[in-house]
Antibody, heavy 120, light 108 residues
Framework: EVQLLESGGGLVQPGGSLRLSCAAS????????MSWVRQAPGKGLEWVSS????????YHADSVKGRFTISRDTSRNTLYLQMDNLRAEDTAVYYC?????????????WGQGTLVTVSS | EIVMTQSPATLSVSPGERATLSCRAS??????LAWYQQKPAQAPRLLMF???TRATGIPARFSGSGSGTNFTLTISSLQSEDFAVYYC??????????FGGGTKVEIK
């Protein structure tokens, strides 16, 4: 069974850092493109970052570019999101999700999400 | 960036009735469109991809149509478990991948 399990969320002060993890099971992470999507409280879905298969080219939304970094550890079959210089507007549930293949298309499946709260 | 606009924001429907949700793209996305369902405190679930192909396990009462800039998700006879928020998402041009703002289907 394909599963994604996020961890690493929590409360952090503005300007702080946090690293989210997404442990994948039931499939080989490096073969698929993977993404992070977030949802601020009471709001809609916002794409954050993606990494495609093969060479692992990465993409980031303008709102997080230069502050967030997506990466993967193929030996651990785990996806990461390093979040630096966090702002109040980064407060959200962060979901990791897999794509159909090595490129960006639809998201399926999704993890259960991990809550990040940026507040002093 | 392709902007996705969903309407209406809220749709009030009685159980057993048909629901029609709309999604419009600011430029053509061909048929590269997906729909998701999200219930409170749950992760989104894929309903439809390539505009009209149901994902695994999705009941036949859900159908998708459209191409280019105008898309529709239809739920033919609403069941109690269908009351949720629905999002469309384009993957024709990226980055960024973009979502619509969502349509909440509520009980009338």
């Amino acid at each position: 069974e394909v599963q994604l399990l996020e961890s690493g969320g929590g409360l952090v002060q503005p300007g702080g850092s946090l690293r989210l993890s997404c442990a994948a099971s039931g499939f080989t992470l490096r073969i698929y493109a993977m993404s992070w999507v977030r949802q601020a409280p009471g709001k809609g879905l916002e794409w954050v970052s993606s990494i495609i298969s093969g060479g692992g080219t990465t993409y980031h939304a303008d709102s997080v570019k230069g502050r967030f970094t997506i990466s993967r550890d193929t030996s651990r079959n785990t996806l990461y999101l390093q979040m630096d210089n966090l702002r109040a507007e980064d407060t959200a549930v962060y979901y990791c999700a897999r794509h159909r293949d090595g490129f960006l298309n639809w998201f399926d499946p999704w993890g259960q999400g991990t809550l990040v709260t940026v507040s002093s | 960036e392709i902007v996705m606009t969903q309407s209406p924001a809220t749709l009030s429907v009685s159980p057993g009735e048909r629901a029609t949700l709309s999604c419009r793209a600011s430029q053509s996305v061909s048929s590269n469109l997906a729909w998701y369902q999200q219930k409170p405190a749950q992760a989104p679930r894929l309903l439809m991809f390539d505009a009209s192909t149901r994902a695994t396990g999705i009941p036949a009462r859900f159908s998708g149509s459209g191409s280019g800039t105008n898309f529709t998700l239809t739920i033919s006879s609403l069941q109690s478990e269908d009351f949720a928020v629905y999002y469309c998402q384009q993957y024709n041009v990226w980055p960024p991948l973009t979502f619509g703002g969502g349509t909440k289907v509520e009980i009338k």
